[in-house]
């Protein structure tokens, strides 16, 4: 069973043999589609072959599915594939899960394995990972070194990810020390979606897309709710998972 999840940021790609993951990788999306795809009447056509995947049944979903459909797949909604995923990578059937993707932030409340309520953030890039990389840039740090930041945060009211460089500019000339205002930054990040996080509340939350690997915004989540914040083994990766059980599922 193969899953993809055609991202607005990256294209992933999941192998699974049953249970077990057999193969993951992860590509640019607009080097993807120069390389590997072509489309034809807004049908995506992919040779996997030529990735070294072994030609089989493939589920897609994801932010590229809105204007392409994958020839020869079947394709389930971003939700769908994300609670699959999640629930599969953790074993947990009740929890907030909090989606920070490429360009979009989704919050979803999962209850016997299932969703029963969602929010969505796609219309500013403030929420999303894009908010982080522009202000990792202007500050001169790793995305790493970003991620280790969580306490005394410096407070950052520019809602925009592009004028939010003005302000961090401002901030560091008043002598304020990297550290600081990289946890304002993440802090800043989680003020986008705490109010949505608020109303999709449950005990716990597991976080997934590739801000899941900030673990400085994990701590500041798990401060701010009082909840277990969780990141999945494969965050990045769990819209193709979730494919991948879905696919199995349905066999």
Known sequence: MIGIDLGSRSVKIVQMDYKTITRCELYDTI??????????????????????????????????????????????????????????????????????????????????????????????????????????????????????????????????????????IARIVEGHSLQSLAAGVNYSLYRRFAAMLKQMASETIILSGGCALNTGLQRIIARETGAPVLSLPEPQLNGAVGCCVWGLSHI
Do not use: W
């Open 31 to 168: 080097g993807f589609y120069r390389r590997y795809a072509s489309a034809e009447k807004g049908v995506l056509s992919l040779d996997l072959t030529r990735l070294g995947f072994v030609e089989q049944r493939v589920v897609a979903t994801g932010y590229g599915k809105v204007t392409l459909q994958v020839a020869g797949a079947d394709t389930i909604p971003e939700i769908q594939a994300h609670v699959n995923g999640a629930v599969f990578q953790s074993g947990i059937n009740d929890f907030t899960l909090l989606d920070i993707g490429g360009q979009d932030t989704k919050v979803i409340k999962v209850r016997e394995g299932r969703a029963v309520d969602f929010m969505t953030n796609d219309r500013c890039a403030a929420s999303s990972g894009r908010y982080l990389e522009n202000m990792a840039a202007v500050l001169g740090l790793g995305l790493e070194e970003l991620s280790a930041c969580s306490e005394e945060p410096v407070e950052l009211n520019t809602t925009c990810a592009i004028f939010g460089e003005t302000e961090i």
